[in-house]
Nanobody
Framework: QVQLVESGGGLVQPGGSLRLSCVASGSIFKINVMGWYRQAPGKQRELVATITSGVDINYVESVKGRFTISGDNAKNMVYLQMDSLKPEDTAVYYC???????????????WGQGTQVTVSS
């Protein structure tokens, strides 16, 4: 029905930058919300940032001023620019989207497979 594919993770030194990308494909009429979540070993998955209708943006407090979320509605894509990375940012990062489908008609949330981000010297 709908698939999300992330890319851009990797290993980076503290203070470095990475840019994550996520593309949604399938039976999409409209995407209401796209966002990024992360899950570190032994911890629960947490919200990192979301963008709603391409306008309203929300960040978890720990990444404010360092991460920037942006979207391209025409391409069904969302990006996460991560600057000034810290070791505590190490986690698997997941893309999430709330999608209004063409067929079967309805609204559902979808997850990508995740991409590993490791911040270490």
């Amino acid at each position: 029905q709908v698939q999300l594919v992330e890319s851009g993770g990797g290993l980076v030194q503290p203070g470095g930058s990475l840019r994550l990308s996520c593309v949604a494909s399938g039976s999409i009429f409209k995407i209401n919300v796209m966002g990024w979540y992360r899950q570190a070993p032994g911890k629960q998955r947490e919200l990192v940032a979301t963008i709603t209708s391409g306008v309203d943006i929300n960040y978890v407090e720990s990444v404010k001023g360092r991460f920037t979320i942006s979207g391209d509605n025409a391409k069904n894509m969302v990006y996460l620019q991560m600057d000034s990375l810290k070791p505590e940012d190490t986690a698997v990062y997941y893309c999430n989207a709330i999608v209004i489908r063409h067929w079967p008609a309805g609204v559902s949330g979808y997850w990508g497979q995740g991409t590993q981000v490791t911040v270490s010297s």
